[in-house]
């Protein structure tokens, strides 16, 4: 279009000087034309600028409505029976399954995760224990074997009965953008104002909410931009407790912090844990010393099992990837599970 408008340009410069020398035109004439075309090129690339700006915005609006209007990739399961939870004990039946035909992720996995009790999950990246959350919110399902909640089948139960039963805290929280208040009852939607304060105060996010000028009405933010990430945490936590759910799930919740932001999130999620089922993810092993359980989990299988002391006196897998740890980080902060020891 610039092109196109410069070549416009000199032709009319010609076309008028020619008129000037050759037809008698004044020179005034000349360039009252020239001012008159002038002033009428611009909204004229702004006319054209229009035309591409629309179409670019119509490129997203198709799309938007295509996601809109496509299929939900999950089948709608309502008309299953709901999940009763009466103990909230998960058992692992030989369980197999692989995101792909012929690449196996987990293999043949059996166990049991005891009601008020945590589980923890140790061992290389890449083993499987990430899917083992996936099967259990049944993001994907398994190619054999049974994932079952106080002797159900999970896969017999509606998926929304069973979500509303598990809480999880992952190393990478999303925070919608809206308030704080707002990202809290997101875990229980028509929950009280005094159900969110008793929440947060037990996520020790009282103190920093309250010092911010509109409280719980502070934005948070795109994706909780304008807090920290020991706060963008706490929040999370906050809003796991105030869902109340039964079943944790906890994926490495303090890696990315500072020891100070991660002592606070410990203690958080020692609120959250008590009296419910937990099963966590953990690379840093120093937070689940005190688990009451630990699974080393290697290629999809587990490897090793038990506390974290008789793990140790083993001399196998699990004390090969504590003992250097330690040896990095000779003060660890409090594990999480430390209050219930």
Do not use: W
């Not at 994907?140 to 909640?149: L, N, V």
């Not at 906050?238 to 410990?266: F, G, N, P, Y």
């Amino acid at each position: 279009m610039e092109a196109l408008g410069g070549f416009a340009i000199a032709g009319a410069l010609i076309y008028g000087g020619f008129r000037v020398i050759e037809t008698g035109a004044t020179p005034g004439q000349f360039f009252s034309f020239l001012a008159a075309f002038m002033l009428a090129y611009e909204p004229a690339k702004r006319l054209a600028r229009l035309n591409i700006e629309l179409n670019s915005g119509l490129v997203g609006v198709r799309i938007l409505f295509e996601i809109i209007d496509s299929p939900p990739t999950e089948p709608n399961d309502d008309d299953k029976p709901a999940l009763k939870i009466t103990e909230a004990r998960v058992e692992f039946n030989d369980v197999r399954f692989g995101y792909r035909p012929g690449e196996i992720v987990i293999r043949g996995m059996t166990f049991g995760a005891e009601p008020g009790k945590m589980t923890a999950l140790v061992g290389p990246s890449g083993g499987g224990k990430s899917t083992v959350f996936n099967l259990i919110l049944r993001f994907y399902e398994t190619d054999a074997g049974s994932i079952d909640i106080d002797g159900q089948n999970i896969a017999g139960v509606s998926r929304r009965s069973l979500r509303g039963q598990v809480a999880y805290v992952g190393q990478d929280v999303f925070l919608f953008h809206g308030t704080v208040r707002e990202n809290i009852a997101i875990g229980k939607p028509g929950a009280s104002e005094a159900e969110i304060i008793a929440a947060a105060k037990a996520a020790h996010a009282h103190e920093f909410v309250s010092a911010f000028p509109a409280g719980y009405d502070t934005p948070v933010g795109e994706r909780g931009a304008q807090l920290s990430g020991g706060e963008r945490q706490r929040i999370a936590i906050a809003r796991a407790l105030v869902k109340d759910a039964q079943i944790i799930l906890l994926d490495e919740a303090t890696a990315s912090l500072d020891s100070e932001s991660e002592r606070l999130v410990q203690d958080a999620m020692t609120h959250l844990c008590a009296g419910r089922t937990t099963i966590a993810i953990a690379h840093r092993l120093h937070t689940i010393t005190h688990a009451d359980r630990i699974l080393v989990i290697e290629s999809g299988a587990i490897v090793e099992s038990g506390r974290h002391d008789e793990l140790i006196r083993k001399s196998g897998r699990y004390a090969a990837f504590y003992r250097p740890q330690i040896k990095d980080d000779p003060e660890p902060v409090v594990p999480i599970a430390a209050a219930r020891a």
